[in-house]
């Protein structure tokens, strides 16, 4: 299955991009996966709704035409890890070729993003930033292929 | 306050390694942390049980004079973000001079550690690492710092 990630902010604290290339290469054996992050669209300081609402819809014009979206967002659905493995692989059963995951900027997702009719998941009920929300979900989409293949990782 | 944190299993990876000190330096101003490691009892391969016991008798002995202990389980509480940030504003409310976390190895809790009379918190229902755990929960303690101080950080 192809993954890609989409996420607002840039990537650059030292030990996450180690931390994302190691589960990248582990994750690469059996997905190939992308991680696509946009610039922020102000400081935090300014008007957080103009730049949450323009920040959501370079989410909307990238995935205009994409159907396998799921938002992770600190009041989605929260599954155990055996039952994410469970839900990656009823996307890989039903055939699905492409599953995207997207991850909100430090002000989280615009009405427009959270109004549209795509799968909310969370990884906690606390608040991450988008950097350790990236490394926690490769981390979990890894844990899922091992789950999924039997492979020894997940106790 | 003083905050010890409690886990078994070594802290070994790059990344992680990095990822905690960065955090241990941003709470430092804050509060004492010290971070104690026990090594595994055994390969996860062996009897799991008797494994799991013996890791819990570190914890019990560790403890055993110790009041204010919180052990992190998937299957304890979930708080918000917010939420550990008054949780923490209460303990050092109370005059609570030290507080203790503690993380369970691959295997997780043995009975005679969840039976203790000891606050369960839970950072998400996913499993993590030990390793990513222990990232997770200190960058909450930096967050919750934040929070109760008014600093810009958790939006």
Chains 1, 2 share one sequence.
């Not at 290339?21 to 690469?28: A, D, F, G, V």
């Not at 430090?106 to 930033?129: E, H, I």
């Amino acid at each position: 299955m192809n993954l890609e990630i989409y996420l607002t902010g840039k990537v650059k604290t030292k030990f996450i991009l180690e931390g994302v290339e190691q589960y990248l290469k582990w994750i690469r054996p059996y997905h190939k996966i992308k991680i696509t992050s946009f610039p922020l669209a102000g400081s935090t300081s300014a008007n957080r709704d103009q730049i949450k609402k323009k920040e959501g819809e370079r989410y909307l014009k990238a995935l205009q035409n994409e159907k396998n979206v799921v938002v992770l967002h600190e009041r989605g659905e929260e599954l155990s890890s055996m039952e994410f493995a469970t839900f990656i692989k009823k996307w890989q059963n039903s055939g699905t070729r492409k599953l995207i995951f997207i991850i909100g900027g430090p002000l989280g997702f615009s009405d427009n993003v959270l109004s549209q009719n795509w799968k909310k998941l969370s990884l906690s009920r606390m608040t991450f930033t988008h950097e350790m929300a990236l490394l926690v979900l490769l981390e979990q989409l890894y844990r899922a292929e091992t789950i999924n293949r039997g492979m020894i990782y997940h106790y």
